[in-house]
């Protein structure tokens, strides 16, 4: 019997809590609590690939970056990503390897660093819109934007921060790669905060990106390579709501690919909270998988098994 495969794209809240210090026991005690419903789905016998996501961790390198400057030599975002992606996919790795030694289950886990393809004329490129890093006075930032090349932006009324591109992946260079482990039963943690954007320059050779990608729809991507039955998007809420947060919300279960594409473009899901979830999943659908479950954590494999959150299914 051919065993499923399904890619679980872990949320921020997995690893990082809002209104916890952000240290790394913290984070591993977090990790160790996201993964019930992982081994839950590896002992109901599914491939997986698992993602997550890297905002908080990759804010914190940056910051590291601006106090140590002049005293050790400054990183590019891209390393930056690789490093986190490391990481904490070191954290995801460990963590589950100890539960399934627990739990009593053979599975190997490995954490495979991701580069993610984009086109160099993504016009995204051109127009950075991706938040990143501290916030800084409107004064400091003419100086950086001056000094560095930044582009910055006032977010909100909180101050002015970094803007980066945030192009489409269009691939993962290691595709093959982890194809081949999850075919063979190994879980394989992937494209980690989005995976580290890289474009072919016109030698032909693979080049790093000041970039950030989306990791939902970096998952959209890995889940088509690796032809998987089922994307799981875990976030903060076990469903998906029209008119959220008003007196005539309603929860959305099973809806079809249709359907969903038309709230999208009735402007249900704004682009700042679950517009590019949706997106994703759409994406992912266009592309040729069947389901795309969007719920909470704790639902991870009544969702990705049909039984609960946001079903999003193919016409």
Not at 63 to 77: F, I, K, V
Not at 199 to 212: K, M, S, T
Request: aromatic share 6%; net charge negative; glycine share 10%.
């Amino acid at each position: 019997m051919k065993m499923k495969t399904a890619v679980i794209a872990l949320g921020g809240n997995a690893i990082t809590q809002p209104g916890q210090e952000d240290t790394i026991a913290r984070q591993f005690a977090n990790t160790r609590r996201s993964l019930d419903g992982i081994v839950e789905l590896v002992d109901e016998g599914y491939n997986l690939v698992v993602t997550h996501g890297n905002g908080p961790q990759v804010g914190n390198a940056l910051l590291r970056c601006e106090l140590s400057r002049g005293m050790a030599p400054d990183l590019p975002l891209g390393v930056l990503v690789a490093d986190t992606e490391g990481g904490m996919g070191y954290m995801i790795e460990q963590s589950l390897q100890n539960r399934l030694k627990k739990e009593g289950i053979e599975r190997a886990v490995v954490t495979i660093i991701t580069q993610m393809l984009v086109d160099k004329n993504d016009p995204a490129i051109s127009n950075p819109t991706k938040f990143i890093g501290q916030f800084y006075s409107e004064e400091e930032a003419h100086i950086f934007m001056e000094s560095r090349g930044w582009h910055m932006k006032q977010d909100v009324d909180r101050g002015w921060r970094r803007v980066v591109a945030s192009p489409k992946p269009i691939a993962s260079l290691q595709s093959e790669t982890i194809k081949t482990l999850v075919q063979n039963g190994t879980i394989v943690v992937a494209g980690g905060g989005g995976g580290i954007p890289v474009y072919v320059d016109n030698h032909g050779n693979y080049e790093g990106l000041d970039a950030v990608i989306d990791k939902d729809f970096a998952s959209a991507v890995l889940a088509k390579e690796v032809n998987a039955d089922v994307l799981a998007i875990l976030t903060a809420v076990d469903n998906v709501a029209l008119n959220f947060g008003t007196p005539e919300e309603k929860i959305l279960e099973q809806v079809s690919f249709k359907e969903m594409k038309k709230h999208l473009h009735d402007g249900q899901f704004p682009s700042g909270s679950m517009g590019p979830k949706i997106k994703a999943a759409l994406k992912f659908i266009e592309d040729g998988g069947k389901m795309v479950v969007i719920t909470s954590l704790q639902n991870a494999k009544s969702g990705v098994m049909g039984q609960c959150g946001t079903r999003i299914i193919a016409d």
